[in-house]
């Protein structure tokens, strides 16, 4: 083989052997038994793959040391679910190179066929006790995006001070977070449906609703211009709804684009309207502060 051929194969040992330590590392780290034989399952795939590229360059080749750490505090800080499939996705365009390789190694187009199927089929079997309750993040997440933009929107107009509009903010927030949580437990306790701990589904929503609130009230805590605060939080809105989007998006395969757009249109939608409210509330009262 020519030097450019064998520095790809190169290439892709590297790339196999540290997706094995990868897997390797986080099924030892893992509670769940099934789940830990799952990624080690993976993970022999990914080494089986390493020796078979070894068998026509001749070398051995040590793992990205960086790239095992980073994927490895991904998937602790966000969950191994979403860790996995976040660095599957970055394999896609090898697809494509694995297909030129096979008409000079058979091999490649077994490797590429088990890369795109039977790892990822393997994931799919990964079960997460978090993404059984994306339905209750969800609830406080779009919640406390949809009802606090809107009251801070309103209450920067009607009130035009940050202290008051956060402390009013923070207020009504906290408030609705312990309604939220306590209507999710209701909801779960008397539902027929998927078996589900409503004590633990109540915490997701109200731990996501009380979050959001944090991030959206905390421009107000910074800046001293109400309107520069309501910007930032509005910003801040929408990177909230971007980031859970694209999490779950790659969590559970779903498409990013639409959710994400539903998302914003009615936060922001929302936001715009209570903002004309409260000009319209302030004028008609004479309220000055």
Request: hydrophobic share 45%.
């Amino acid at each position: 083989m020519n030097e450019k051929t064998r520095n790809y194969l190169i290439s892709l040992q590297k790339n196999e052997i540290t997706e094995y330590h990868i897997y390797t590392k986080l099924a030892k780290s893992i509670r769940s038994k099934d789940n830990a034989a799952i990624l080690q399952r993976v993970g022999d795939e990914e080494r089986r793959h390493y020796e078979i590229w070894k068998n026509h360059t001749k070398t051995d080749v040590a793992p990205d040391r960086v790239k095992v750490w980073l994927y490895y505090l991904i998937s602790l800080i966000f969950g191994f679910t979403f860790g996995m499939k976040l660095m599957e996705r970055g394999e896609v365009g090898a697809q494509t190179n694995y297909k030129l390789l096979s008409e000079e190694f058979p091999e490649a187009a077994q490797i590429a066929a088990e890369e795109k199927e039977h790892e990822m089929e393997l994931l799919a079997l990964l079960d997460e006790e978090r993404l059984h309750y994306t339905g209750s993040i969800v609830l406080g997440l779009n919640d406390a995006l949809v009802e606090l933009t809107g009251v801070l929107a309103g209450l920067t107009l009607a009130l035009q001070n940050t202290r008051l509009i956060a402390l009013a903010g923070l207020i009504t927030g906290i408030a609705a977070s312990l309604s939220m949580a306590c209507s999710e437990y209701l909801s779960m306790k008397n539902s027929n449906g998927e078996e589900k701990h409503p004590v633990k589904g109540a915490a997701y929503t109200g731990i996501a609703y009380v979050s959001t609130v944090f991030l959206l009230i905390l421009p107000f805590l910074v800046f001293e211009h109400y309107f520069v605060c309501l910007f930032f939080s509005l910003v801040a809105a929408v990177a909230i709804i971007a980031g859970f989007n694209y999490y779950i998006s790659v969590a559970e395969d779903l498409t990013f684009k639409d959710r994400f757009r539903e998302m914003a249109v009615l936060s922001l939608g929302v936001a715009g309207l209570s903002f004309l409210i409260g000009y319209v509330v302030r004028v008609f009262l004479g309220v000055d502060i």
